[in-house]
């Protein structure tokens, strides 16, 4: 049996996730959100896919990955789903793993369409299909390492002590990510349907009035942004409301609800 576990806020990282898990057999998918705080025994053959935010895992897989026991798994893989750049993604996964009893055997990153609105605009649609259609093969191809259990290092270094610089940020971003949704800022366009709140894989939104209210619980996923059917969640300071929104086209805002259990 080989488990992946998976964490995602457009939809990228589970779109992944289920393309691998479609050519394996024996297999279960787990969102890491719908499981509470106690530890983890992992066993079997397992897997994370998730993305990457700011060269690194997000906060939640991070800790997810800080209180599982993993020291009986025969392999274990990392997918993460990056606009760009993986970063220290790999390391910074072997690292953890390497605490929790188990050699990282393989790490892979897919370029996927990057959902960092508060950065950039989101691609055009010939840009996204293309980036899509490129992915399903790259997960083809990861399916078939996984079901052979290849190793792959997967690191990328990419600058000078690329290291100190992550390691750097990645705490930057772990110390001011739960907070980052005080930028967050709902417009008059809101028609208070509740999906930013049903989405958030954290329960960090509490619907006042109809209107989201932000609980400093944030994992920066930015799927409220996103999955808001008129686009009325806006980030204070940058030009969100002139760029688009994005979400997997294979998945549903369903299916991202679902995640917390
Ligand atoms: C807060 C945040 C930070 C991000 N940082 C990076 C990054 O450092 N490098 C990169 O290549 N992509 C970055 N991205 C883009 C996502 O990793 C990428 O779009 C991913 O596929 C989204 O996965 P999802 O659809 O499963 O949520 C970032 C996205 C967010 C929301
Ligand atoms: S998803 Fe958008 S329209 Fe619906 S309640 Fe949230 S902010 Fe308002
Ligand atoms: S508040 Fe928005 S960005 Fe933060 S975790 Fe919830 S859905 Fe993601």
């Given at each position: 049996?080989?488990?992946?576990?998976?964490?995602?806020?457009?939809?990228?990282?589970?779109?992944?996730?289920?393309?691998?898990?479609?050519?394996?057999?024996?297999?279960?998918?787990?969102?890491?959100?719908?499981?509470?705080?106690a530890?983890v025994?992992?066993?079997?053959?397992?897997?994370?896919v998730?993305?990457?935010?700011?060269?690194?895992?997000?906060?939640?897989?991070?800790e997810?990955?800080?209180?599982?026991?993993?020291?009986?798994?025969?392999?274990?893989?990392?997918?993460?789903?990056?606009?760009?750049?993986?970063?220290?993604?790999?390391?910074?996964?072997?690292?953890?793993?390497?605490?929790?009893?188990?050699?990282?055997?393989?790490?892979?990153?897919?370029?996927?369409?990057?959902?960092?609105?508060?950065?950039?605009?989101?691609?055009?649609?010939?840009?996204?299909?293309?980036?899509?259609a490129?992915?399903?093969?790259?997960?083809?191809?990861?399916?078939?390492?996984?079901?052979?259990?290849?190793?792959?290092?997967?690191?990328?270094?990419?600058?000078?002590?690329?290291?100190?610089?992550?390691?750097?940020?990645?705490?930057?971003?772990?110390?001011?990510?739960?907070?980052?949704?005080?930028?967050?800022?709902?417009?008059?366009?809101?028609?208070?349907?509740?999906?930013?709140?049903?989405?958030?894989?954290?329960?960090?939104?509490?619907?006042?009035?109809?209107?989201?209210?932000?609980?400093?619980?944030?994992?920066?996923?930015?799927?409220?942004?996103?999955?808001?059917?008129?686009?009325?969640?806006?980030?204070?300071?940058?030009?969100?409301?002139?760029?688009?929104?994005?979400?997997?086209?294979?998945?549903?805002?369903?299916?991202?609800?679902?995640?917390?259990?």
């Amino acid at each position: 049996m080989t488990t992946i576990y998976w964490f995602s806020g457009t939809g990228n990282s589970l779109a992944m996730a289920r393309e691998i898990a479609g050519t394996l057999d024996d297999v279960r998918l787990v969102p890491i959100a719908s499981l509470g705080p106690a530890p983890v025994a992992v066993g079997g053959d397992f897997g994370v896919v998730c993305p990457v935010y700011f060269e690194g895992l997000p906060l939640i897989v991070r800790e997810f990955l800080e209180r599982i026991d993993a020291s009986r798994c025969p392999y274990a893989f990392l997918v993460v789903t990056v606009g760009g750049f993986s970063g220290w993604a790999a390391e910074e996964g072997r690292n953890l793993l390497r605490r929790a009893g188990k050699e990282l055997d393989a790490a892979f990153a897919v370029k996927m369409p990057d959902n960092y609105i508060a950065g950039l605009d989101m691609p055009k649609a010939a840009a996204r299909d293309r980036l899509h259609a490129r992915a399903s093969l790259h997960a083809a191809r990861m399916a078939r390492d996984v079901a052979a259990r290849t190793r792959r290092r997967g690191t990328s270094w990419g600058i000078p002590f690329g290291w100190l610089a992550y390691a750097t940020l990645g705490r930057v971003f772990a110390h001011s990510c739960r907070g980052r949704d005080t930028r967050f800022v709902v417009t008059d366009a809101c028609t208070r349907c509740g999906a930013c709140a049903r989405v958030c894989p954290v329960r960090n939104i509490e619907l006042v009035d109809g209107r989201p209210r932000w609980h400093h619980r944030c994992e920066q996923c930015l799927a409220c942004i996103h999955w808001c059917p008129v686009a009325a969640i806006q980030i204070r300071g940058r030009p969100t409301a002139k760029r688009g929104r994005y979400h997997h086209p294979d998945v549903s805002l369903e299916d991202i609800a679902s995640q917390r259990g």
